[in-house]
C-alpha cells in the first residue's frame, strides 16, 4: 500500500472512530466528548498503521496490545 493510501485510509478511520463515539455519547445521554474526540486520529495511526494486529485473529499470539488510560474521558 503506498503513502497516500495509507494516509487517506487513516484519515477514513479517525472520521469513522469520531462519528462512532458522537453516536455512543448521545446514547448515554452524558459524557466527555472533547477526551473521546482527541483520541481518534492516536487510535487511527496506532491500529490502523502501526500495530500489527488482525480483527480476524483476536487470539494471535503475536499481536500487538494498547493500553489506554484517560481517567473519565468517555
Given amino acids: 500500500m503506498d503513502a ?3 494516509n487517506f485510509a487513516t484519515l ?3 472520521s ?3 462519528a462512532h463515539a458522537v453516536r455512543m455519547t ?3 445521554k452524558a459524557s466527555h466528548i472533547g477526551s473521546c ?3 481518534a486520529d492516536i ?7 502501526a500495530m500489527r ?3 480476524a485473529r483476536p487470539g494471535w499470539e503475536d499481536r ?3 493500553v489506554v488510560s484517560k481517567g473519565h474521558a468517555a
Fill in 37 to 39: 474526540l482527541s483520541m
Fill in 12 to 14: 477514513a478511520l479517525a
Fill in 4 to 6: 497516500m493510501t495509507t
Fill in 64 to 66: 500487538d496490545r494498547l
Fill in 43 to 49: 487510535l487511527a495511526v496506532l491500529y490502523g498503521a
Fill in 53 to 55: 494486529v488482525d480483527p
Fill in 26 to 28: 448521545n446514547a448515554a
Fill in 16 to 18: 469513522r472512530l469520531r
